[in-house]
T-cell receptor, first 116, second 111 residues
């Protein structure tokens, strides 16, 4: 079974530029998550989708971050414009739907973003 | 909302020695509890999970964890550490459709 795929793996941009990350979840996983992991910290949820609807985006900085999950499969996370403090690893995860299954999350390798 | 504390930022153990990583949580009821491992440049991999029932849970790679309600803890253990266990370990707490991760404990294994 293929895991969660993410691209690119690394990205270096200057502040005020824009960047986009792509995620393809495990086949059949209706729930998709984007996390931000700053160096030395645990992952922090940015947004959660179930199929193509947003379940939770309370911690997404909506003035600069946006995400979409068209057709309920692949997802894209965008930052525009980027700030220095956005330097982090952006992790995508997916899970099945269910009271317990939704907590068993499978993570992709992440995209390491450096903003200079 | 729930919260997680991993008191140890960095632990060093010798290969073959036993390991215990600490995790404490704060939540009004019993949440779901998880341990993940992250190798350099990789995503997180689920080691084990606790939902209910037996408080001693077995996971992959020879790891186990024990839920202690009275101490609000879910410590991870391994009887004999291998050099390949060197990684970052995250405890996570799930409740109310929300997952919170600790800051992680970095494990170094000495030859």
């Amino acid at each position: 079974e293929a895991g969660v795929a993410q691209s690119p793996r690394y990205k270096i941009i200057e502040k005020r530029q824009s960047v986009a990350f792509w995620c393809n979840p495990i086949s059949g996983h209706a729930t998709l998550y984007w996390y931000q992991q700053i160096l030395g910290q645990g992952p922090k949820l940015l947004i959660q989708f179930q199929n193509n609807g947003v379940v939770d985006d309370s911690q997404l900085p909506k003035d600069r971050f946006s995400a979409e999950r068209l057709k309920g499969v692949d997802s894209t996370l965008k930052i525009q414009p980027a700030k220095l403090e956005d330097s982090a690893v952006y992790l995508c995860a997916s899970s099945l739907v269910g009271s317990r299954k939704s907590y068993e999350q499978y993570f992709g390798p992440g995209t390491r973003l450096t903003v200079t | 909302a729930q919260s997680v504390t991993q008191p140890d930022i960095h632990i060093t153990v010798s290969e073959g020695a036993s390991l215990e990583l600490r995790c404490n949580y704060s939540y009004g009821a019993t949440p779901y509890l998880f341990w993940y491992v992250q190798s350099p440049g990789q995503g997180l991999q689920l080691l084990l999970k606790y939902f209910s029932g037996d408080t001693l849970v077995q996971g992959i790679k020879g790891f186990e964890a024990e839920f202690k309600r009275s101490q609000s803890s879910f410590n991870l253990r391994k009887p004999s550490v291998h050099w390949s266990d060197a990684a970052e370990y995250f405890c996570a707490v799930g409740a109310d459709n929300d997952m919170r991760f600790g800051a992680g404990t970095r494990l170094t294994v000495k030859p």
